[in-house]
């Protein structure tokens, strides 16, 4: 794996989480990056030779990166899940929230596939955005929220100090895996 500053050269350095999970999706295997943002997971996958997709309502800061396939879509505007019946050996979702995507990404992971999602729960308001609660996970609410085709690899709840102090919920899970899951070190 590429060190810190290689994994981020443009801006802010990926997840902890998800660079820590990453090796459990299939070595160059196809990877969806959910509310993309500026791209650093996708780039970052990229960087680690996965075949990325990503997917966002403005797609602009990763247009000229030919490594990555960009899907402008509105997750939350009631139309269709953009991808179809496409398959992904790995999802990525971080500091984004929309429920009714969650039967979307379950569906969307290939056998085997690897699910990486951190985002933000009830406790985070008393450190800034989001406060408000719609965009807040109950407590549990990520562990519960997949179906049980999803084994749960890692769980973690509760405050952290970096990037900035918040309260975040995060799930590791692979989809129906054959034998162990040997877990990173």
Same mark, same amino acid.
Request: proline letters at 9%; glycine letters at 10%; a negative charge.
């Given at each position: 794996m590429?060190s ?10 990926p997840?902890?989480?998800v660079?820590?999970?990453a @090796?459990?999706i299939r *070595? ?5 990056d ?6 650093r ?17 403005n797609?602009? *800061?990763?247009?000229?990166? *030919?490594?990555?396939? /960009?899907?402008?879509?509105?997750l ?17 979702? /971080?500091?984004?929230l929309?429920?009714?995507?969650? @039967?979307d990404l379950?569906?969307a ?6 699910l990486?999602?951190? /985002?933000?729960?009830?406790? =985070? ?6 406060a =408000? ?9 990520l562990?519960a929220?997949?179906?049980?085709e ?14 900035a102090?918040?309260?975040?919920q ?5 989809r129906?895996?054959?034998g162990?899951?040997?877990? @990173?070190?």
């Amino acid at each position: 794996m590429p060190s810190d500053a290689e994994r981020a050269p443009r801006g802010k350095p990926p997840s902890d989480w998800v660079v820590r999970f990453a @090796p459990l999706i299939r *070595a160059g295997g196809a990877v969806l990056d959910v509310a993309a943002g500026g791209g650093r997971h996708a780039r970052f996958c990229a960087d680690n030779g996965f075949s990325v997709v990503a997917v966002d309502r403005n797609v602009a *800061a990763l247009a000229e990166d *030919a490594r990555i396939e /960009t899907v402008e879509a509105d997750l939350e505007d009631g139309s269709p899940w953009p991808l179809g019946e496409r398959r992904f050996d790995g999802i990525v979702v /971080t500091n984004y929230l929309h429920r009714l995507l969650f @039967p979307d990404l379950a569906s969307a992971l290939a056998a085997g596939g690897v699910l990486l999602y951190e /985002t933000f729960a009830v406790g =985070n308001e008393a450190y800034g955005r989001p406060a =408000n609660p719609d965009f807040l996970l109950k407590d549990g609410e990520l562990l519960a929220a997949f179906p049980a085709e999803l084994r749960i690899v890692a769980y973690e709840a509760g405050y952290v100090e970096r990037p900035a102090p918040a309260v975040v919920q995060r799930v590791a899970a692979v989809r129906s895996p054959d034998g162990p899951i040997r877990l @990173p070190d």
